[in-house]
């Protein structure tokens, strides 16, 4: 009798830890900070992952708090695809030709791609020019899910709220200002 109250209650505990983890493995990692971006055609909102990209996460944080983007343009914008800024060559009409070519100077030295975070819309993610690593400061927000581009780019953040004014943004809007919630 014992034994099978014994057998009972293990099997009992087995059922529990299996339905308890699944539940475990699947919960969100705890955001990071939230940055508001203010552009000319509104106000928008990401958060950040920074237990999935630590550097990236912290490299954009810095550049925002030396307020490195405000002034910027949108320099790229493809319809359903993405809108694209962070090259501090966009202050300058003059220098139009070369957008998209720049950045802060200071790569992140890592690719932080995972299948954990994916390009939904809404994603936030940084550009590169083939390699991963050598991500600097020019970011972009998907205008649709774009999976061909997953494991290729870091994926460090989501809009949570302004979608809209992310899906009427036109290249050489300006980024007013970011900053972090």
């Known amino acids: 009798m014992l034994s099978r109250v014994l057998r009972l209650v293990s099997s009992l505990v087995l059922v529990a830890l299996v339905q ?57 914008v493809v319809p359903g695809f993405v809108i ?28 932080e791609i995972t299948k954990t975070r994916t390009h939904v819309l809404g994603a936030v993610a940084m550009a590169h020019a083939g390699d991963p690593s050598k991500a600097d400061s020019q970011m972009y927000v998907t205008l649709a899910p774009v999976a061909r581009l997953n494991g290729q780019y ?9 979608m809209e004014v992310v899906q009427k943004i036109q290249a050489e809007d300006v980024v007013k200002r970011m900053t972090i919630k």
Do not use: C
């Open 20 to 76: 308890a983890v699944p539940a475990f493995a699947q919960a969100p990692a705890a955001a990071g900070p939230v940055i508001v971006v203010e552009t000319s055609r509104g106000v928008f909102e990401f958060e950040t992952y920074p237990a999935e990209a630590p550097k990236t996460v912290a490299r954009i944080v810095e550049l925002v708090k030396q307020r490195f983007y405000n002034g910027m343009r949108v320099h790229r």
């Open 84 to 111: 694209q800024w962070g090259d501090p060559q966009t202050r300058d009409m003059t220098k139009k030709d070369r957008w998209g070519t720049s950045g802060s100077g200071k790569p992140i030295g890592v690719a």
């Open 154 to 162: 870091t994926v460090f953040g989501k809009v949570t709220t302004g």
